[in-house]
């Protein structure tokens, strides 16, 4: 398996829609997340139907990159080929600002080993391949007004 499928095979891209969507959007350097078109719920991971009252109707909404980190790991070999270069290696469950309930998966790229639950971080965006991105992590400054909640 190439770095390039493993991580296809991590991200779930190019098996759905929705999901592929999503690292357009990244890619593009935007957050980008649904809007159930019926509930009105926001959701990620791009899904294509609503995980709370499994309409398949869903609008696209571009949400601020800025958040909390909810929960992170530190994952150590063996870890998935895309990222073997990068252990170890630290992921955060983010809440969004715009949608605490919003918590998207990402590397940490940035003070790692001060990293905490509750700090204050921003989305930055990695180009994988061709018109897939992923968002990263970043602590940032909370009197920088970006990043203030
Ligand atoms: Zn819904």
Same mark, same amino acid.
């Given at each position: ?106 590397? $940490?790229? !940035? *003070? #790692? ?10 989305? +930055?965006? %990695?180009? $994988?391949? !061709? *018109? #897939? ?10 009197? +920088?007004? %970006?990043?203030?909640?």
């Amino acid at each position: 398996m190439s770095a390039e499928d493993a991580f296809f095979a991590l991200i779930g891209g190019h098996q759905d829609d929705a999901w592929n969507e999503f690292h357009r959007h990244a890619a593009e350097g935007r957050l980008v997340v649904q809007r159930c078109t019926d509930c009105d719920k926001r959701r990620w991971p791009a899904q294509t139907a609503c995980a709370r009252c499994q309409g398949l109707g869903a609008e696209w909404e571009e949400i601020a990159p800025t958040g909390t980190v909810w929960s992170f790991t530190i994952a150590h070999p063996p870890v998935v080929e895309y990222l073997s270069d990068r252990v170890p290696v630290t992921v955060a469950l983010v809440s969004t600002d715009a949608d605490p309930t919003v918590r998207i998966l990402g590397e $940490v790229t !940035d *003070g #790692v080993s001060s990293l905490r639950i509750g700090d204050r971080v921003m989305a +930055d965006f %990695r180009i $994988v391949a !061709d *018109g #897939v991105g992923v968002p990263t992590w970043s602590p940032v400054d909370t009197t +920088d007004p %970006r990043g203030a909640a």
